[in-house]
Structures are given as C-alpha cells and as structure tokens.
C-alpha cells in the first residue's frame, strides 16, 4: 500500500473514531456523574482563582488525617488535587480550559477525554508502525497492521465509553501510547549506530508526564524495566548499554515527575489512599486475604477480557467483556504469535499487557475496565498483528481476495457490534441516567435558572452534591442543604427570594414549609424534586410569635427574633426564630431550659440547630426551629397556661459551644410581650 493510501485510510480511521467519541457526547450518557463532576468543580476553582485544597462535600473528613500535624500551604497551582479521595492534576487543568471556552456543560467536561481518546488512535498507530517497521521483503498484509491497530482502538468499546466519560483515566492512553514510540525509535536508531539518547529521554519525559494522568500510570514503569530485564538476559554481554538506557530513561522521568513525588513524599497519605481503598473494596474482595484477592482476580480479568466483563453499569454494558466474539478472537492469533516466536516485539507487547492489567488485577471489584483502559493499545497492536497473521495464511490468487474480503466483514462486523452496543443497548438502558445523577443534573440547572440574588435550599441533605453545584456553576456556595423533617428552616433572607428543592421524600419538609410561609407556591414536579418557592415579599415569620427584645444578641453572631411557646400532652414546645447578623464561626449548640422562679432547672433541650448547624448559616438569613420539652410532674400548675415573669417558672434560651462548653454570649430569658410584630432583623 502507498504511503498516500496510508494516510487516507489512517484520517478515515480517525474520522471514525472521532465520531463515536463526539456523537451528542452531552447527551450520552445522560446527565453528569459526580466523579465528572467534581473535577468539573475543581477546574471551576481554578478559573475563579481559588486556592487549594478544595473539599467541596462533608463526608470528605479524611482530609484532617491526610495532612496529621502539618497541614498544606494553600496554593493556586496544586500539583494534586485532594478531593475526592484524590485525583492527578493534568486532567483537571486541561478541564479548565475546556470550561474557559464551553461554559460548565457536560460538553466541557468530557470532551478532554474524547480528544484523548482519539489522540489514542493516532499514538497507537505510531506505536505499532514503529514496532512492525515498514520493509521491502515484508508481506504486504504488515503494512495494514498499524492501521488496524489504530481501528481496533477506535472501536473497542471501553475506549469509547472511557472518552465520552469526564474521567482522566484516557489521558493516560495516548500518553502511554507515545513513550512506546519514543523508546523504540531509539531502539531502531541505536541499531542503527545513530544516535537515539533523544528518543530515550523523550520516552521517559512521556513516562513521567503520565504519572500526572492517572494512579495506573504509577505501574506503567514496569513495562520498561521488565522489558530490560528480558533484554538483558538475551544479551548478557550488553548490559552497559541496556543500564544507560534505563538510566536516561528513568533521570528523564523523575526529572518531570519531581514535583508530584516531592507532594507524596510529604503526604504518603494520597499515594497510597486510592490505591488501598480500591484493592479492599468489591465483591470479589477476600476479607484480611489479599494475595487470594488478587489471584482470583486474575481469572475474572482474564474472563472479562473475553467473556464476562463489568458489571457496573456506570462503567460498561453489565457483563458486556472488553472484546468482542470477533475481536477477541484476532487478539488470541495475536497472542499466539507474540508467544510462538518470542521476538523483543513479541515479549514488549506481551509485558506491555500484562502490566497494564494489574491495576484491574490489584482491585477489589475486578474485572474494572476503568483501571483496564490502558491495556488498550497493545490489545489492539495483538488483535491486529492476528488479522495480518491469518491473512497472511490465506492462500493466494482469488482466494486471498475472498479472504481479505471477507476479514473486512468481520472488522465492519466488530465495529457495527460496538455502535449497536454503545449507542442502542447501553445509552438506552433504563437505570443509566439513575447512575449518572440525571435528576441532579436537572435539579442544578433548575436551580441556576432561578434569577439571583435569591437563596436556595436543598432539602433532605445529601452527602454527594457535586453535580448539583457544577450545574450551578459560579453560584454553587449558594446552595445550602437542610435536613428538614421538622428540624430547622431555612428562611431565606428578608427582601430576596428562595428557592426550595424538595425531593420526593421531603413531604413532611414541604408540609412545614407551607405551615411557616402559606405565601410560598408549590411549583410542579420535575425529575426526581418539586420546587417551592419564598417571593421576596413573603414574611420570613409568624405574626404569632412574640417579638424578642431588639438587643437580645448572643455574641453578636446570632439574634434572637421571635419566639412562642405551646404545651400539650404535657410537653412545652418551643419555636424561636433566628436572624444571623454575621456568619457564625463554629457549629453551637442551642438550648432551652425552663426554670423555676427560684432558678432551678425544671426540664431543658439543649442540641444543634437540627438539620441546619450554625456554620451553614449566612449573613441576614433567618431561621426556624423548634424545642419540644417534657414537662416533668413537679412542674408548677399553671405552666401550661403560660410561660413567662409572672408565671411560676420561665424560659431560657442561648447557645454554647459543645466541645469547650463556652458560652456564645449571654442567655436570654423569655418573656410575654405584646402583639407588636418583631422588628427586622
């Protein structure tokens, strides 16, 4: 084939999968997962000029015992992104860019992994034209083998889910695809008495790029120091050589992955956290027995390659394996001639496998296609060197044109499979917009539609909110969450709107809602939430309560508005409403204490604000809550008519901080006062 027809079959190859990568790539898969998304919210950081570490979620409080006795130095420029158990920078900052140009869409998120997924293609192609070199006395057939490499990549169908995933872990492809390359170009050129240390260094600045994409890329090393070590026992009496060569290799690699070693030797907490958590989490996992973990592993990776793959929906078509029925079958022709004549070729790519399905191998929920993805490119060189190989036994004259007919169904055959599977079966599976938080998505656009300035509530809370607060792009800190079910309420700030997002569990919530605000309207229900909303006219409390007095003031970071009491089935429930006038620095503990007129204590409450701790709170926002008291036999008569100075005994309220016990300030003692509403705040 002329080097013209080459590069025409290569750009159609590349066409294609530029399109299965691209193809309404917001849409499918519907909504944005939170993994996405969170790395969404870090690139958003970056634009706005924040400093990390960030931790946008509370349930993230591995931060404390990460960083012990010395905690990070803030910085605008991490070279490690901790949240979210902790992830590479390359991705993230190349997100960045991508959010710069496209807004915080879905779009903007995954479209850094589609181009590395194509770029994938292209490096694989290098890859393997510069392992199967083009000769004069080679077969014609071998000119196909780095195009079909490059095609089997393009329609593999993890590579295809991981490009149109907003996850970093195709980076690592093309990256790992190109220090192939360099290492065998100075290979070819050290052959060739030319000089190639350029080839090496480049390899190894490639390797040590790669440790910035993804935690398999930490395991991608060994392919080279592996391959040296068979290299070496070929060639016993090279050993100088094949020793500088690692040496320039690895200086090359350690000089550009200095700054992130220099990170982990100063929080070995984040080089090994992911990795442990990973390996001890799944199915398959062996409890207290790793070592039977992994060897178990190695059978289902091995059957997911062929036969049973992922079940996670969010990762694969459930059970679909890696390749398929045609695929796998050029890649065991493959393996069978890579093993048949154990050439340096042969071994490099065998190795080049092997490793790369060890981060697979070493996890819990193995088979896990995610840590698999970057055995695609020496998957594709095999099944390609598989269709050259048995195109190859084609008897000649017009034989060999049916043959090679007939393997071009095949491939066709192989790649309809992939679009049939991707975009009809697995885009359309009923629980796939369930697994990547399509009603969050839909909530956070709903919410960032509504006009600012406004407040909005999120009500029952949820420990994962980072796709709510990637829709929402620049306004994602104005979203508070509240637990509801009759603990405290929320309610805005006098003057502006709010905006409540009630899930369908939340009804008690919307009740409570409704009783505070009868001026709130229930707008209809959307997917997975119903809006409820406060106009900015609506009274923020209830014309019955009592009005505190104008100085009641706990520290001057929390007043006391209004308050009423009612008793029944001898209990005393007690509603205060709560201005905040600052941000309140700690998480208090608020009480009630109910009091005889000598100052004995009678019955008390004291806990948090429930569902809603005074960190949350904003400057100005008002909040309700409600204290109830059982009422002891001992209390006087006549407190149930009324509480207050002329009543035998009377209330208390104030805050303290739980674990030192200091007060916030002084208590406030309630008393009757008359009908005039309470005073703004």
Known sequence: MSQKSSRWVLLLILLLAAFLRLWRLGEMPPGLYHDEAYNGLDALSLLQGQTFPQFYEGWELYAAAAHGDAPPPSTRWPVFFEGNYGREPLHIYLMAASIWLLGNTPVAVRIVPAIAGILAVYTTYLAAAVLFPSRREQTASLDW???????????????????????????????????????????????????????????????????????????????????????????????????????????????????????????????????????????????????????????????????????????????????????????????????????????????????????????????????????????????????????????????????????????????????????????????????????DWTLGQFAADFPAPAALYLSPAQAEMATIYFALGDRWPALRSFTGEGGAVPAGIPGQPALYLLRPEAATTLSQLQTLFPDGVVGSPQNGFLPFTLPATAPRWSPTQTAAPAAASFGGQIRLLAWSSTCHNNTLTVSLTWPAPTHPDKDYTAYVHLLDNAGNLLTQLDRPPAGYPTSNWQPHEIIHDAYTLPLPPNTPPGVEASVGSAAPAYLQTGFYYLPTLEPLGSPIRLAPHDSTPPPAP
């Open 145 to 439: 083998l780095p195009l079909l490499a490059a095609f089997f990549v393009a329609i593999f169908f993890p590579s295809i889910h991981f490009s149109r995933f907003g996850l970093r872990v195709m980076l690592f492809l093309p990256i790992s695809a190109l220090a192939a390359t360099c290492f065998w170009c100075g290979l070819s050129r050290r052959e060739q008495g030319q000089r190639a240390w350029v080839w090496f260094t480049a390899a190894g600045i490639f390797i040590g790029l790669g440790l910035y994409t993804y935690a398999a890329a930490r395991l991608f090393p060994l392919v080279f120091l592996l391959f040296a070590l068979v290299w070496l026992w070929q060639e016993r009496e090279g050993w100088r050589g094949i020793a500088g060569i690692l040496l320039l290799i690895g200086g090359a690699a350690l000089l550009v992955a200095l700054p992130l070693l220099l990170f982990f030797a100063r929080y070995p907490y984040f080089f090994v956290f992911r990795m442990a958590y990973v390996a001890n989490k799944g199915k398959g996992t062996v409890a207290d027995q790793p070592w039977l973990t992994w060897l178990l592993n190695v059978g289902r990776v091995l059957r997911g390659l062929v036969w049973q793959g992922e079940t996670h929906l969010r990762h694969n078509l459930p059970a679909r394996p890696f390749l398929d029925p045609i695929q796998a079958a050029f890649t065991i022709l493959g393996l069978a001639q890579a093993l048949r004549r154990l050439s340096r070729v042969g071994m490099f790519l065998l190795i080049w496998l092997l490793v790369m399905l060890l981060p697979s191998i070493l996890s819990g929920d193995a088979p896990h296609f995610g840590r698999m993805a970057g055995a695609a490119p020496p998957l594709a060189v095999l099944a390609a060197w598989g269709v050259v190989w048995l195109h190859a036994q084609l008897p000649r004259r017009r034989l060999a044109r049916l043959g090679a007919a007939a393997i071009s169904l095949l491939l066709l055959g192989s790649a309809t499979i992939t679009f049939y599977d991707y975009f009809a079966r697995y885009t359309h599976h009923p629980d796939l917009a369930r697994d990547f938080y399509a009603p």
